[in-house]
C-alpha cells in the first residue's frame, strides 16, 4: 500500500514541480502582487524564546500509573516531557516528545469517549480530579493528564491548542516551489481515488501528510483484519489496537519520509535545466498555454456557467456571512488586545515612567502574539465559525480548517502590529526626554493601530477569498469531471514537447472553473466591504509606500528590551558558570509565566505548573508552608502540656492538601464527625475534674483566710476592687470567646495557627498582671495557686474580698463561675 502510494504520489509531484517552477518564475517577471502590507513583519519571532514549562499528571501505558511529569514547550512546539525538572535542568534527553500535528486537545472524558464510540460505557482512566487534558489521534497513541485546578486546566488546554494549531501549519509560505508543487500533488491524488473537498488530515509536515494519506486507506483494512483477533476487555482491546496503530503509523512515517526527501532531492537537483528553459522560451510558453486555454474554456464554460447558476450562487452570500461573523470578531478582538496592553503599559509608567520599568513592559509585550492564554479571547472568536447545513452539500469535512487557517492570520497581524510598535518606539526614544515618555507611546500607537486596520481589512478579504475556493471549488470540479475528463487529453496534442512539462491539460481545466466562480466571489466580497460593520477597505483604498521610513526600520536587528533598558538578563539560581548549553538553557525567556493561583494551596509533588522558575515576583509556596510550620512550633512551646497533642493536630491539618486529599474528601467528612464525639467526652472528663480543683483552692483560701488579721482583709480588700472586678470580667468574657473561636476554627481549619498564638500571648498577659498584683498586696503569705491556666480563674484572694461582701452567696457564685470558666477553658484548649 506504501509503495503504491508513494509511487503515483512521485510521479505527480514531479509534475507539479516543473508547474510551480514556472508559475513562480513568471510571478517574478510579470509582478502583479496585491496591496503592500504597512505592518513590519518579524523574521525570527521566537528567538532565544520558551513557550511553556511546568509539571501536571501523566498517565502512563506501561505500568497503568499517573506519574508526575515536568513539561517543556520550546518555540518548535513540540512537547518534551521528562522525569522532572531537574532532568531538564541537567540537559537530559527527555522521556518523550509529542508532536501535536493531527492531534485534538479534549477536557472531558465523555468527549473521549464519542471519539472512542464507547459512549454510555464506563471510563478506563480514573482520575483523581475532574480536570483532565486528553491529546486525541485518529492514528497515533494518545496521551493522558490531568491537573488540580480548573484555572491550570484552562491554561494547559490553551497551550496545547496552540501547539496543535502551529504544528498542523507545517507547510512552509516560504517555499513558493515546493509547497505548491506537494498541495497539488496530494490534491489530484485524492481526487483521483474520489476524495474531494477539505481535508482534515492535510496537516504537519510533507512526510506526516503522506503517512496520514496512506493511513486513510490503510487503518479500515487493518481494523477489518485485526481487532476480531483482539482478546480481553473493551478498554482492553481499545488500548492494544491504538498500540498497534501507532506502531504502523510510526513506520509508515519513517518510510514517506525518506522516499519523499528522495523525491525532492531529484527534483531540486534538475531544477537547473527547467530554468534555463524557462527564461529562454517564456514567451512560447505562455502563448502555448493560452491558446490550449480558450479551447478548453470552450469545452468547460457552458457547462461551469450552468451549475455555478444553480447550484453556486444562491449560496455564496449566506457562507460568506457565516465567514465574516467569527472572523471579524476575532480580529476586532486582536486589536483590543493589542491596545489594552499598551494601555497598561502607559498607566504603569505613569507613576514610575523610567526607561527600565518600560524594558521590562515592552520585553512581555514583544511575546504578546504567542501567549496562548492571552491569545486566547482572540482564538474563540473564531471557534463560534459554522457551516451547518452547507458541509454535506459541498463536501466540506469540518469547519475546523478554516479556523485553523484564519488564527494563525490572527497571530501574525498581531505580531506584526507589536513588532511595528517596537521598530517605532524604539526609533522615537533614541534621545528622547523621560517626561515625553507617556506622549511618546500614544503616537506610535496611533500609527501602528491605522496600519493594522487596513492590513487587517486586506488579510480577512484574502482569507474570505480563499475560503469560499476552498469550498466550490472541489464541488465543480467533482460536478464536471466526468462529463469533460474523457475530452481532456486530446487537447495535450496542441502543446509542444519541449513545453509539455509546463502546460498541463489537468492544471487548465482546474483554472478555468477556478476563473468561472472567482468573479462571482470578488463581487460578493466587494459588496461586503461596503457594509460598515465589517470594517472592510474598499479596493479602490490602495496604500503604497506611504511609510518608506519604516519600511527602513524592519531590517535592523531584533531588540532585546531586557537587554538594553532592564539592565541585562539575571542568570537563574546566580550562577554564572558550568556548562555553556546549561547557561544557554537557562538565559530561555519563557513566553507564558505560571500565575498563583489565589485561594489554592494545593501542590503537586515534586513540581507544581503553578509554580514559575525565573520569576522574582510570585511569592513561592515553600516560604508560606515554613512560616505556617514555625507558628505552630511557637503555639506548642506556649500552651500547657495538656494541649499540644491538640495542636499538633490542627497543625497538620492545617497543611495544604495534596493530591490524595481529594480522592479522601469523604472520609476525611466522617473522621470529622468522630472527632467530634471523642471531644464531646473529653470535655465532660475535663469539667469534673476542674470542679474538683475549684473545691479544693476554696478549702486552702478559707484557712488562709481565717489566719489573717481584719485590719489586713480590709487594706487588701479596698486595693483588689479593680483586679476583681477585671478578672471577673475576664471570666465571663473568656467561654464565649473561646467557644466562638471554637466554631471559626471548625470552619476555617487554615486560620487556626494564628489564633492560637494570639489567644495563648493574651491570656498569658492576663495571668501575668494578676499574679504581679496578688504578689503585691500579699507580701506577708505569698502563697499562689498552684495551677494556673489561661481561661481567667479568680485567685484566692479576689474570693477572700468578694466574701466578704456577698456573704453566704460566696460559695455558689463560685461554683458556677468555676463551671463556666472551666468549660471555657476546655473549648479555648480544644480550639488550640
Known sequence: RHRELMGEFGRLYEQQYAVAL????????????????????????????????????????????????????????????????????????????????????????????????????????????????????????????????????????????????????????????????FTDAVRLYRQAHGHYGTWDMMCGTPPQILANLVMETLLPEMRDLITPKLKGKMHERQRNWMLISDAVYGLVQSQTQAQYEAVVQSCEAGRPPLETTIRTDMDQIITSKEHVTSKIRALVLPKAEKLLKVSIQPYISSILDALMEPT???????????????????????????????????????????????????????????????????????????????????????????????????????????????????????????????????????????????????????????????????????????????????????????????KDIMLAVKEA??????????????????????????ENPPIDWAEEYGGGQEEVDGENTGDPEVQKRRRVKQVVSMIQIEGNASVLPNESSLEVPAVDDIPEEGTEVRSDTSLSQKSEKQVSNGTKEDVKKNAVDDKPPTNRSVLKEEESTTERSLQGTEIKSAIDCAIQEIEKAVQEEEHEARTQKTAESSSLKEETAAEDVKPTSSCEEGARINPADTNKDTTSSTEKPSDSPVLEVEAVTSSEQQENHITASTQESHTENPIAPSQHDNSGFQSPTNEAAEEEQQGGKKECNDSETGDDTGKGEIAHMDHQ
Open 529 to 554: 466591504a461596503v457594509q460598515r460593520r465589517h470594517n472592510l477597505y474598499r479596493d479602490s483604498i490602495v496604500l503604497t509606500d506611504s511609510d518608506p521610513n519604516l519600511l527602513l526600520l524592519g
Open 22 to 181: 514556472f508559475n513562480k518564475m513568471r510571478f517574478d517577471l510579470e509582478g502583479g502582487g496585491g496591496p503592500q502590507n504597512q505592518l513590519l513583519h518579524r523574521k525570527v519571532p521566537l528567538k532565544n524564546k520558551s513557550i511553556f514549562s511546568g509539571a501536571l499528571f501523566q498517565y502512563l501505558e506501561e505500568n497503568k500509573k499517573w506519574r508526575n511529569r515536568f513539561l517543556f514547550i520550546p518555540d518548535s512546539y513540540n512537547i518534551n516531557y521528562y522525569e522532572n525538572k531537574q532532568a531538564h535542568d541537567r540537559g537530559l534527553h527527555p522521556k518523550g516528545t509529542i508532536n501535536c500535528a493531527g492531534y485534538r486537545v479534549l477536557t472531558s472524558m465523555e468527549e473521549y469517549l464519542e471519539l472512542l464510540n464507547t459512549i454510555g460505557s464506563s471510563s478506563f482512566l480514573k482520575c483523581a480530579t475532574q480536570f483532565p487534558l486528553i491529546l486525541w489521534h485518529p492514528y497515533a497513541r494518545h496521551y493522558y493528564f490531568y491537573v488540580v485546578t480548573e484555572k491550570e486546566q484552562q491554561k494547559w488546554s490553551a497551550v496545547f491548542q496552540d501547539c496543535v494549531r502551529h504544528t498542523n501549519n507545517g507547510l512552509s509560505e516560504e517555499c513558493k516551489v515546493q509547497t505548491p508543487a
Open 328 to 518: 471579524s470578531r476575532g480580529f476586532f478582538e486582536v486589536k483590543d488586545l493589542f491596545f489594552r496592553e499598551l494601555v497598561d503599559m502607559s498607566k504603569n509608567l505613569l507613576n514610575d515612567g523610567n526607561k527600565e520599568k518600560l524594558g521590562e513592559h515592552m520585553d512581555k509585550i514583544s511575546m504578546l502574539a504567542f501567549h496562548p492564554v492571552k491569545m486566547q479571547s482572540c482564538y474563540e472568536k473564531v471557534e463560534t465559525l459554522s457551516l451547518e447545513g452547507l458541509q454535506q452539500r459541498f463536501d466540506v469535512s469540518s469547519p475546523s480548517v478554516f479556523v485553523q487557517r484564519a488564527q494563525i492570520l490572527m497571530r501574525e497581524q498581531m505580531d506584526d502590529a507589536v513588532y511595528t510598535f517596537e521598530q517605532l518606539l524604539h526609533k522615537s526614544l533614541e534621545g528622547q526626554e523621560q517626561e515625553d515618555l507617556s506622549k511618546t507611546i500614544q503616537g506610535c500607537q496611533d500609527r501602528v493601530i491605522k496600519k493594522f486596520d487596513y492590513d487587517s481589512s486586506t488579510v480577512r478579504k484574502k482569507f474570505f477569498r480563499e475560503a469560499l475556493l476552498q469550498i466550490f471549488i472541489p464541488y465543480m470540479l467533482k460536478q464536471l469531471s466526468p462529463s469533460c475528463s474523457a475530452e481532456l487529453p486530446s487537447f495535450q496534442e496542441l502543446i509542444f514537447e519541449d513545453f509539455s512539462r509546463f502546460i498541463l491539460v489537468e492544471n487548465i481545466f482546474e483554472e478555468v472553473v477556478l476563473h468561472t466562480v472567482m
